[in-house]
């Protein structure tokens, strides 16, 4: 596997570009809004998923496995990031998808079948079973999986485990490298992981940078995370997400970390995950593109645009505040999003 190294790994997150956004209404409020555009990290390794992916692909390398196995929907962001670093580092990747075969893929699971990506489909009560966490050994459809295509590095659906976390906390600490003044930064959460690897990486920037490790995957260690102050507002797509922000917590202790610098906003999730939206939230995103030219994805970055219209038009920040958007990509899956049933 032939994998980008730790330090160009870094270098990318540093260089993402930071867009002022020309967007009248946090004129009228007197907020500067910058957007983080990580959907530009890479062309195709767009957005949230190269960080989750990142730290995952480099325990694959260090374990020596040639495959990497993962989860998700047909119109998943991650299976299409891990599809295209198959392509890129030179390994074989596995997708295993909900549901029966269809007639006609997306055009999410076409790409990633011609970047080299083995679809797999399994019955959707099965799938539901095992992709909150990765494949392991004690689960028969290990065994089954095993046999058919051999052995594998098996990383849970959207990259959500603590390689995960550790690759977003970079998104963090890159923020924090720029040594400018923000009030807060905002971000769509999904599974919370990469709310989880931000709010982190701020609170541990100066262990993460002042980190030599000789071993390799050793730069980004964690630490605890002492500040009080909400930094990051996390804003979820998910209808019902009822115990997110403790599987959020969670996820932060796994890894030894503590804190109370993040905060969660469940009401902007428009209807829930990968569902038509409303009028008025279509009719925001056509206004606010018009407006800003930034393009946006319907399941995630929209959501967390609408939330920051609301509470800004709420004038929940004072006049003076500058506001960092996390844009975590998902541009891909826009095609055939309002002609498809999504789930
Ligand atoms: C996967 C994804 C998210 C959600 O990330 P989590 O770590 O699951 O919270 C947000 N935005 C985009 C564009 C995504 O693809």
Avoid at 32 to 61: M, P
Avoid at 279 to 297: A, C, G, K, P, Y
Wanted: overall charge positive; some cysteine; glycine content about 12%.
């Amino acid at each position: 596997m032939n994998l980008m190294s730790e330090d160009e790994f870094l270098q990318r997150a540093v260089s993402v570009p930071m867009q002022t956004l020309q967007w009248e209404l946090a004129k009228r409020k007197g907020v500067d809004v910058v957007v983080r555009r990580d959907d530009l990290v890479d062309s195709n390794l767009s957005g949230n998923k190269f960080y989750k992916l990142f730290y995952n692909l480099l325990q694959a390398k260090i374990g020596g496995y040639q495959q990497v196995l993962s989860f998700g929907g047909a119109y998943s962001n991650h299976l299409y990031a891990l599809a295209v670093a198959g392509r890129n580092f030179g390994f074989k990747t596995i997708g295993v998808i909900r549901g029966e075969r269809p007639k006609h893929l997306s055009p999410t699971l076409q790409d990633a079948e011609r970047w080299g990506m083995q679809l797999h489909f399994i019955s959707r009560t099965n799938y539901r079973e095992h992709t909150q966490h990765a494949l392991s050994e004690m689960q028969p459809e290990y065994g089954e999986l095993v046999k058919i295509y051999g052995d594998f590095y098996s990383i849970p659906e959207g990259g959500a485990n603590s390689q995960g976390l550790r690759g977003a906390q970079v998104i963090g600490w890159a923020i924090q490298q720029l040594k400018a003044e923000y009030t807060a930064i905002c971000l769509a959460c999904g599974t919370g992981n990469t709310l989880a690897g931000v709010a982190a990486g701020i609170a541990n920037a100066e262990v993460i940078g002042s980190e030599i490790g000789s071993e390799i995957g050793s730069k980004i260690s964690v630490a605890e995370v002492v500040t009080e102050t909400p930094k990051v507002i996390g804003f979820s797509v998910l209808k019902g997400d009822g115990d997110l922000g403790e599987r959020i917590i969670t996820q932060q202790q796994n890894l030894g970390l503590r804190g109370n610098n993040w905060r969660l906003i469940s009401g902007y999730h428009a209807g829930g995950y990968a569902k038509k939206l409303p009028n008025v939230v279509q009719e925001f995103s056509h206004v606010l593109e018009r407006e800003t030219m930034l393009q946006l994805d319907p399941v995630y970055t929209l959501k967390m645009f609408y939330g920051v219209a609301q509470l800004l038009a709420l004038n929940y920040w004072p006049r003076g505040s500058r506001l960092i958007l996390i844009h975590t990509g998902g541009l891909q899956g826009r095609r055939g999003f309002n002609t498809a049933a999504l789930l």
